[in-house]
């Protein structure tokens, strides 16, 4: 199964830096869904859901 490492593209945004997660903190504080997060973000709403259940938002400084 070498397919994987033969193909061309590469999965782009894989991380979160410091800013979004404060940015995700602070509007999920204010009430917004996840999937209004990921638009004003430009991330996918899955990676917001995901991160509001990892809670990780509130661990980072």
Avoid: C, F, W
């Avoid at 973000?41 to 917001?48: D, E, K, P, Q, Y």
């Amino acid at each position: 199964m070498d397919y994987l490492n033969n193909t061309p593209k590469s999965r782009k945004n894989k991380h979160l830096n410091a800013y979004e997660r404060g940015q995700i903190a602070l509007l999920h504080s204010e009430g917004m869904s996840a999937y209004a997060i990921a638009k004003r973000l430009g991330r996918a709403s899955n990676t917001i859901r995901n991160e509001l259940k990892r809670g990780t938002v509130s661990q980072i400084k």
